[in-house]
């Protein structure tokens, strides 16, 4: 007997794949908070940092954008809530999320016994890498952050611009996914600045991830892609740079959103 042919309702099933999921941010802060005495220092804050984005950080003086930022990248613990890297929960598998981190806190204290090629080594080295990766990246670094010049001089004897931009070497030596930068260009000269600012972006367009705290919102305007509005310990807006801006310049939109400044005159006894 000949087989039957084939009919529409007989046909073999299709192997069907399902939909990929979703990439998970480069960041993902989910309900921090965090008191000190008497003061909410980070109420309950939650926000997503995507992949590839060049990210913004920005409110008054004790808004809470340092704070979060130490508890988000695991140097603070938080009262409540935690934080995920690449979808690696920071306090529950912190050394595989550190891995994919590099750091640069605002007033870090560093090795200043050493020289800096030294530091940066040892950096390199406590981070995983062998002796003579570090060093040949150290090398690259010292180039490129233009510290060359400076020998075998203590970290110690550095101007305040060089030990930021040492500091930025160690966040970077690694080579994470996801940097994260408090106030970078404070103290820095502006050649340096424009050096640091063509790395960042090199490696944001490489498809790294930056996210940067400042109080300069120009700095802000022109180099992120994206910002968030921290103030009293709460994301007041957050989304594209021009989404957040609306229309205005992000200094005026930011004092829009903040409040604070002064129209009157003030200090009369100092126009005399």
Known sequence: ???????????????????????????AVRGLVKVFDNLIAVAD???????????????????GKTTMLTMATGLLTPDRGTAYVHGINIW????????????MPDGMRLLDKLSGPDFLTHVGMLRGLDRETARSRTTDLLNALDLRETGRTL???????MTKKIA?????IHSPTVVV????FESVDPIS???????????????????????????????CTHVAVIDHGRVLVAGTTDDVAAGMDL???????????HNDEGLPWLHS
């Open 193 to 223: 600045s424009s050096n640091i600012r063509q790395i960042l972006q090199t490696f944001v367009a490489s498809g790294g991830t930056v996210i940067l705290s400042s109080h300069v919102m120009a700095t802000v305007q022109k180099l």
């Open 45 to 63: 804050l939650s926000l997503d940092i995507p992949t590839g984005s060049f990210y913004g950080i920005v409110g008054p003086n004790g808004a």
């Open 155 to 161: 970290i110690a004897d550095y101007s305040a611009g």
């Open 1 to 27: 007997m000949a087989p039957l042919a084939a009919t529409p309702d007989h046909r073999p099933p299709q192997a069907t794949s399902a939909p990929p999921l979703p990439e998970p941010p480069a960041l």
């Open 181 to 184: 930068l408090d106030e970078p």
């Open 92 to 103: 529950a598998e912190p050394t595989p999320a550190k891995k994919l981190l590099g750091v």
């Open 251 to 261: 200094d005026d939109r930011f004092a829009q959103l903040v409040g604070g400044r």
């Open 168 to 172: 930025l070497g160690a966040a970077l």
